[in-house]
């Protein structure tokens, strides 16, 4: 039986380190020194920055494309496949530990690189593998985009656990699939070292209302570049005031309050034990899915399908149904935390 939520004490981090830009054994070997540091200290649930494996294209904010195709090749060629010896390392760390993992890569699926989020459990289960929906500006020239198939919340050792990154916490309907799902844990994964301090201040502003309208925790993680590693990525130092700022390492309550001082600068980690009972108090005002909601007048439909370039018709030529095919590729991948919601299907396909 699992504890309740009022009797509950979960150590959390949020890291904020730099990245190796020039290898991901390199990275992934920061990562897991962070782990083990973080074990140390006790840590339970450890989120770290959007795409740190192996480094986020800080490269495809300040060059044109015309000058980006070796770096995006690299890029590939650094990429992490899942699963893969990368997400093995991680799974065997998180198991080792007892810790719950939040890990943003960049993975590479044949010809194709995605933003994607990994939900490692304390035994080393992958519980959830999603995809960034809509990659913002330049990215949309690094990453293809994700679907739905992968929105979900994972039931883990600290509870129940989702994640964003960056800008998909500007889209309202993405934010509130995840607290349909009853939300305890919101992991926000955001870059770092990009656009300047206003970058900061709009992330403090958005992990503290989702916050506040969710009823949840948020651990937010944002990666740091040193001078070195800016100057590295472009000599011209107009653009390289582009590549600071916009770290903002933070662990918020669901009243909205800092549980620990923010990270604006350099590398370490933000610490702080987080009571879930303080979560009840505030949905006992407002929760959002609950008593605060009108679904009889505002509601929210989801296409759950996994997003695929085939589809498989039977010998009498029909297509399959969307909830049979569904689950079959369910079943294909593993993944436990998927789900098949026939009503909200048939309703969203009556045309």
């Not at 192996?54 to 690299?74: D, I, N, W």
Request: aromatic share 6%.
């Amino acid at each position: 039986m699992s504890t309740p939520s009022s009797k509950r004490i979960v150590r959390a981090a949020a890291v904020q380190i730099a990245p190796d830009l020039t290898s991901g054994a390199g990275t992934l070997a920061r990562v897991c020194d962070a782990i083990v540091e973080a074990a140390r200290q006790g840590v339970q649930l450890a989120v770290f920055p959007e795409t740190f494996l192996p480094y986020y294209p800080y490269f495809s904010f300040v060059l044109p494309p015309v000058q980006s195709g070796a770096e995006h090749l690299r890029l590939y060629e650094e990429a992490v496949t899942i699963p893969g010896p990368v997400t093995d390392a991680v799974a065997a760390l998180a198991r080792e530990h007892g810790m719950v993992i939040v890990l943003g890569v960049n993975e590479r699926d044949h010809g194709s690189l995605y933003n994607t989020q990994l939900i490692f459990d304390a035994d080393g289960q992958l519980k959830v593998k999603r995809r960034k929906l809509t990659p913002t500006f330049h990215e949309r020239m690094i990453w293809g985009q994700g679907d739905a198939a992968g929105l979900k919340v994972a039931q883990t050792a600290v509870g129940r656990v989702g994640a964003l990154a960056c800008w998909e916490h500007y889209n309202p309907l993405a934010r509130y699939a995840l607290m349909t799902q009853h939300e305890e844990i919101h992991c926000s994964q955001f870059p770092g070292s990009l656009v300047g301090p206003i970058f900061a201040e709009q992330i403090e502003v958005t992990i503290r209302h989702h916050a506040l309208e969710s009823g949840c925790f948020v651990v937010n993680a944002t990666g740091w570049l040193s001078d070195a590693q800016i100057e590295s990525i472009t000599p011209d130092p107009k653009l390289q005031k582009a590549l600071r700022g916009g770290c903002n390492a933070a662990i918020v309550s669901p009243e909205g309050q800092h549980l620990a001082a923010p990270l604006r600068e350099g590398e370490g980690m933000v610490i702080a034990d987080l009571d879930m009972a303080l979560i009840t108090k505030r949905k006992r005002m407002m929760d959002s899915v609950g008593h605060y909601a009108r679904p009889e007048l505002l509601s929210l439909a989801i296409n759950e399908r996994p997003a695929a370039p085939v589809v498989s018709f039977d010998e009498a030529g029909a297509a399959p149904s969307w909830s049979v095919q569904h689950e079959c590729q369910r079943q294909s991948a593993g993944n436990d935390t998927a789900r098949v919601d026939t009503a909200r299907v048939e309703t969203a396909t009556a045309d």
